[in-house]
């Protein structure tokens, strides 16, 4: 069993990036392995694995913090879609939630989902869609998000990236 924690869910600003952009870097390429493809694994990381600075700065995204001060997972949602474009009203969208590799089944991701999903709430939305990494699914499907199917991203560089589209009513 794991050891419990004292956890703090906060709002994250720019000076957030460095642990946030660690995060993620030591994260992603082990939550990813082995559901893509190699080519698309590779060239797909050094994008997706980067914290955004707007996202950080936006008062939407949230880090979660040990009893360290470590930050140890994070995410959070925008009014407009991830790739840009105009949104809809009453339609938030999740943003690059992750959770470090090495604390998952902790109960970490399912109190930051949750806390998103409040403050989207509270802020007006009447339900989140995400695109769920594949790896994802589960996690977002136990947190009463149904997959609406299957879809791509087309990342910077050209890359397709392969997500399932889901959506929770708040």
């Not at 082990?30 to 080519?39: E, I, N």
């Not at 009014?79 to 998952?104: I, Y």
């Not at 695109?131 to 397709?160: H, P």
């Amino acid at each position: 069993m794991a050891k419990k924690t004292n956890l703090i869910i906060r709002q994250a600003d720019p000076s957030d990036f460095e642990a946030v952009d660690r995060l993620f870097g030591r994260s992603y390429p082990v939550l990813l392995q082995g559901h893509y493809s190699p080519a698309t694994y590779i060239s797909a990381l050094p994008v997706i694995s980067r914290a955004q600075p707007e996202l950080l700065a936006s008062g939407l995204f949230f880090v979660v913090e040990d009893e360290n001060k470590d930050v140890v997972a994070a995410g959070g949602w925008s009014m407009e879609p991830p790739k840009g474009g105009q949104g809809m009203r009453g339609v938030g969208h999740v943003r690059h939630v992750a959770t470090d590799h090495r604390r998952l089944r902790q109960g970490i991701g399912r109190a930051l989902i949750t806390h998103i999903k409040l403050h989207a709430k509270g802020s007006g939305m009447m339900k989140l869609q995400c695109f769920s990494t594949l790896n994802a699914e589960a996690f977002y499907t136990a947190n009463g998000f149904t997959s609406l199917g299957e879809g791509e991203v087309q990342l910077s560089g050209g890359i397709g990236f392969s997500v399932i589209v889901m959506e929770c009513l708040l």
